[in-house]
């Protein structure tokens, strides 16, 4: 990547062009938009599937433990890295970091992930804080595993909650008063953010998933990060907790186009639902189709469960002969 910050201006301009057209097409407006990795993930897959959701399933589904595990261990490992910051590189003890926070997260009315701590410290809900404090401290020692300690120079959480709930998630928007908005769900970055470019966008999950998998999220965060950071990062890395996994994505143009593809294909089936939501026509059946809502009465779902598909599922396939 030579030029960074062109790439990610040139991204800005082809990413605002193809959503003012889709928004013009549409035949009706369709409200607000957000545009994050869950959505352009699920848009991507299935995108009849993603119509189909409706507004339910488009808004944020509320916290629960798993979804919360994150947003906490990362609230944790910057009060962790505020405490000792000059001092000594203690190495966190995941769950008694974890706790700490939760402890001192008691304000109900406080944004983000911290209200929801205190509510459920409010309504002395301890079997869902000991699960979100589980989840959490899970995904803090994955990361902290597979990152090494001390973290590495220039190392900085994002999307970070913090007690006095100035935590602020990045986003980007096509241009002021746009009912789109786009969220980057990265949990670290590596690098300051300078015109030279070199930074690192860091992604963790607390377990392994699939290689298609892999390279979409880290498409997804090249284009989102670029756009919210104004330069595009050299590379996105994404690691897994369960396997200490760590791959490194290289970025370049092609990616941030498609990353950046992907980001319309929201805002274009989120268009089309004001018409239809589920359709056959694009039904597009994938492992995801085990779990969705609608198996049983999408015919191509059905057919791909009860066909051979079902067992490729995540798996190379084999050739024969
Ligand atoms: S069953 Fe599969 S193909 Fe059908 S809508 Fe769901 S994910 Fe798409």
């Known amino acids: 990547m030579t030029d960074p910050v062109g790439a990610a201006d040139r991204l800005h301009d082809a990413v605002s062009g193809a959503i003012d057209d889709v928004l013009a097409a549409a035949t009706a407006p369709p409200g607000p938009i957000f545009v994050g990795w869950a959505a352009a ?36 490992l910057d009060l962790h890295l505020d405490d000792q910051r000059g001092g000594a590189d203690r190495l966190p003890d995941p769950l008694e970091a974890v706790r700490g926070w939760m402890r001192a ?12 701590v205190g509510e459920l410290r409010a309504e002395r809900d301890t079997a869902t804080l000991a699960a979100a404090a ?7 020692a994955g990361f902290v595993r597979v990152l090494g300690w001390p973290l590495p120079p220039g190392l900085a959480l994002l999307n970070v909650t913090r007690d006095d709930a100035q935590g602020v998630a990045p986003r980007w928007w096509p241009r002021k008063g746009s009912p789109v908005s786009v969220g980057s769900g990265a949990d670290a970055r590596i690098g300051r953010v300078r015109g030279a470019g070199g930074h690192r966008l860091v992604v963790h999950r607390p377990a392994a998933g699939d290689d298609r998998e892999v390279h979409g999220r880290a498409t997804f ?25 760590r791959a490194r994505v290289e970025v370049d143009g092609d990616m941030l186009t498609a990353g ?21 026509a694009d039904a597009t059946p994938s492992a995801r189709c085990r779990w969705c809502d609608l198996r049983d009465a999408c015919p191509p779902g059905r057919d791909w469960l009860a066909g051979a598909g079902r067992w490729r599922g995540g798996l190379p396939v084999v050739e024969i002969g």
């Open 41 to 76: 993930g699920d848009a991507a897959a299935c995108p009849a599937a993603y119509r189909a959701q409706g507004e339910d399933g488009w808004g944020f589904p509320g916290w629960s433990p798993a979804l919360a595990a994150g947003a906490i261990a990362r609230a944790a």
């Open 105 to 116: 997260a008691t304000s109900v009315g406080a944004r983000g992930v911290a209200g929801w």
């Open 134 to 140: 589980a989840a959490a401290s899970r995904w803090l």
């Open 221 to 245: 965060e090249a284009a989102a990060g670029a756009l919210v950071h104004r330069v595009a990062p050299v590379a996105v890395v994404v690691t897994a907790g369960d396997t200490s996994e």
């Open 260 to 280: 950046g593809g992907m980001i319309v294909e929201v805002v274009r089936q989120r268009a089309v639902a004001v018409e239809r939501g589920y359709d056959p």
